[in-house]
């Protein structure tokens, strides 16, 4: 959860980056994005592979559902900021 936590956080220097930064590098933050994405898929599978011996069941479902939650808000994100970097270089 932890790696999936900084990875979101992550988004949001990515996003300013993409917005603010140098247009020249602009490609290289959206991969950014791609990048911190694809740690929290990765991050997500691990949480519910680990969680799945877990005997605390009422801990695993809060845990899932924070899980569930930011794969859904980096998706969004991810494209947000893929969408900011198509229209600067179209």
Known sequence: M????????????????????????????????????????????????NGSGLKDQEYMEKTLKEADALVKSAEKKESEILAIVNSKIS
């Open 2 to 49: 932890k790696v999936m936590r900084t990875c979101f956080d992550s988004m949001s220097v990515i996003e300013e980056m993409v917005k603010e930064g140098n247009p020249n590098s602009v490609t290289d933050a959206g991969v950014g994005a791609l990048c911190a994405r694809s740690a929290i898929i990765g991050a997500y599978l691990n949480v519910k592979v």
